[in-house]
Nanobody, 124 residues
Framework: QVQLVEFGGGLVQAGGSLRLSCAAS????????MAWFRQAPGKEREFVAT????????DYADSVKGRFSITKDNPNVMVYLQMNSLKPEDTAVYYC?????????????????WGQGTQVTVSS
């Protein structure tokens, strides 16, 4: 059973930066992918970014491409989301997710494990 814990959220002004971290435990399959999703109040959970655990390939939502960067630290079993040039519309609860089998997917139902989420608020 994979456990995911996110931290690093907070309040930041528009144009600022934050780095989210996700600590994974319980065994990550080498062919799995890790992802970040977000959910704003009254909206559906949406894809942000994903990274291959072994190969390191990435995929980003168009809304964050060029501003956000997903990285990983395999020995420490950590995944990060560096968020730059933040906008008020980036305000949401951010979730870390794991998909045991490979492939880049953008729908929440394709992921097997989830963290509890961390709040990011961007003020204008």
């Amino acid at each position: 059973q994979v456990q995911l814990v996110e931290f690093g959220g907070g309040l930041v002004q528009a144009g600022g930066s934050l780095r989210l971290s996700c600590a994974a435990s319980g065994g990550i399959f080498s062919r799995s992918v890790m992802a970040w999703f977000r959910q704003a109040p009254g909206k559906e959970r949406e894809f942000v970014a994903t990274i291959s655990w072994t190969g390191g390939g990435t995929d980003y939502a168009d809304s964050v491409k060029g501003r956000f960067s997903i990285t990983k630290d395999n020995p420490n079993v950590m995944v990060y989301l560096q968020m730059n040039s933040l906008k008020p519309e980036d305000t949401a609860v951010y979730y870390c997710a794991n998909r045991r089998s490979g492939g880049f997917f953008r729908l929440p139902e394709n992921y097997d494990y989830w963290g509890q989420g961390t709040q990011v608020t961007v003020s204008s």
